[in-house]
């Protein structure tokens, strides 16, 4: 039969406004998470990282925040600009040696100029 | 530094024909990984290439199938083409050192459609 799609939390935003993207992970032996941004017709680019070993991680206009106690990431963007409109995906190791990454669902970040 | 680079971008195959991908790291990088994307299923490992081992491998058949060579480079076979096969084929580098905390950077994938 036809296969569903996922349906895709989506966060509309105005330009300029900062946004936040949660995400719930699975896997509470994680220890490395990646945030990507894949835009139409592109693979998923690398935002920025963070390991367990740390609560917070700033890169350019991004923050990371880790909270173990309730397997929860979140991506915050300062001041959005139209070009950050994509597909926001969190990324968890599983724990272990392995670079095998799973992957969320991700959120359309839809932002209005 | 020239990025992942996928060939080709476009396949057009019917089922029951077979296929194959091709990948290129970034230079350095001596891990590929390789993922399918689909509306579906979201994006899911298939598996992981390392001094042309196999070292990591998700949950799809036999079907499916890699290899690497010596200077890195990856290709995926899938056999036996069937409707479901159809998603993007996304392949990634990375350096191979830390399998902890690997930062993987993606190709633009091969959009591989079944009819």
């Known amino acids: 039969g036809e296969s569903v799609g996922l349906h895709l939390p989506t966060l509309s935003v105005q330009e300029g406004d900062n946004s936040i993207i949660n995400c719930a992970y699975s896997n509470s032996a994680s220890d490395y998470f990646i945030w990507y941004k894949q835009e139409s017709g592109k693979g998923p680019q690398f935002i920025i990282d963070?390991?367990?070993?740390?609560d917070k991680r700033q890169g350019q206009r991004v923050t990371v925040l880790l909270n173990k106690t309730v397997k929860h990431l979140s991506l915050q963007i300062a001041a959005t600009q139209p070009g950050d409109s994509a597909v926001y995906f969190c990324a968890e190791n599983g724990g272990g040696a392995t670079n095998k990454l799973i992957f969320g669902t991700g959120t359309l970040l839809a932002v209005q100029p | 530094k020239a990025g992942v680079t996928q060939t080709p971008r476009y396949l057009i195959k019917t089922r029951g024909q077979q296929v194959t991908l091709s990948c290129s790291p970034i230079s350095g990088h001596r891990s590929v990984s390789w993922y399918q994307q689909t509306p579906g299923q979201g994006l899911q490992f298939l598996f992981e290439y390392f001094s042309e081992t196999q070292r990591n491998k998700g949950n799809f058949p036999g079907r499916f199938s890699g290899r690497q060579f010596s200077n890195s480079r990856s290709e995926m076979n899938v056999s036996t083409l069937e409707l479901g096969d159809s998603a993007l084929y996304l392949c990634?580098?990375?350096?191979?050192?830390?399998?902890?905390?690997?930062?993987?950077?993606f190709g633009s994938g091969t959009q591989l459609s079944v009819l």
């Open positions: 990634a580098s990375s350096l191979g050192g830390d399998l902890s905390s690997e930062k993987l950077f």
């Open positions: 963070i390991r367990s070993n740390m």
